[in-house]
């Protein structure tokens, strides 16, 4: 167990919709990171939060948005669903001191997101 | 949860032999490498990790060796068990400003009992 969690593991919703994945970090991280996986495009950066505030942005696409709030807890939202966003998406944390060390991230099991 | 890439490639060995899993980075400017592991339906868990300024790492009945020379990554599974079986992850990070970690494509291990 990694101390990353993730809710929903499942979320099975139709094209158009919005939904909200939920990430709490390991006790003490500060940074929360995340990752869409699909067949396709293996491990792809989305976006990483740091004490609240966005740090550094990958391929994000506009209708994805993400925040951290001040307990730490992250959340990721898509809206206006198509059938390719369908993929798992991981949360990540570290404890990022903020120095720019380089350290090891530490993954969530994964929301599972199918859009019909 | 499981990454199945329709590409991706394949390493089959038998229980008790030794692995090696290869991977090319991309960016000569990064300087942080893991490795990671993952099994089906759970996310990546971290495996081992090394600085550039280092060419060779050691941990439980794994190794990583760098090449900055070709931009090479090899992950090296000593007595491969069933266990192991999993799809296996090089990451770099580039991006110090970030701590963010670009992953390659990934290479499945089966191990044949």
């Known amino acids: 167990d990694s101390g990353v969690t993730q809710t929903p593991k499942h979320l099975i919703t139709a094209t158009g919709q919005r939904v909200t994945l939920r990430c709490s970090p390991r006790?003490?991280?500060?940074?929360v990171y995340w990752y869409q996986q699909s067949l396709d495009q293996g491990l792809q950066f989305l976006i990483q939060?740091?004490?609240?505030?966005?740090?550094a942005k990958g391929n994000i696409l506009e209708r994805f948005s993400a925040q951290q709030f001040p307990d730490l807890h992250s959340e990721l939202n898509l809206s206006s669903l198509e059938l390719g966003d369908s993929a798992l998406y991981f949360c990540?944390?570290?404890?990022?001191?903020?120095?720019?060390?380089?350290?090891?991230?530490?993954f969530g099991s994964g929301t599972q997101l199918s859009v019909l | 949860g499981e990454s199945v890439g329709l590409h991706l490639p394949t390493l089959s060995v038998q229980e008790g032999d030794n692995s090696i899993i290869n991977c090319a980075y991309s960016?000569?400017?990064?300087?942080?490498f893991i490795w990671y592991k993952q099994e089906s339906g759970k996310g990546p868990q971290f495996i081992i990790d090394?600085?550039?300024?280092?060419d060779k790492r050691q941990g439980q009945r794994v190794t990583v060796l760098l090449n900055k020379t070709v931009k090479h990554l090899s992950l090296q599974i000593a007595a491969t068990q069933p266990g192991d079986s999993a799809v296996y992850f090089c990451?770099?990070?580039?991006?110090?400003?970030?701590?963010?970690?670009?992953f390659g494509g990934g290479t499945r291990l089966m191990v044949k009992p």
């Open positions: 006790s003490g991280d500060l940074s």
């Open positions: 090394i600085r550039s300024n280092m």
């Open positions: 939060y740091y004490n609240g505030e966005e740090r």
């Open positions: 990451a770099e990070n580039f991006n110090n400003a970030g701590n963010m970690l670009t």
């Open positions: 960016n000569s400017a990064s300087d942080y």
């Open positions: 990540a944390s570290s404890v990022d001191t903020g120095q720019a060390t380089n350290e090891k991230l530490f």
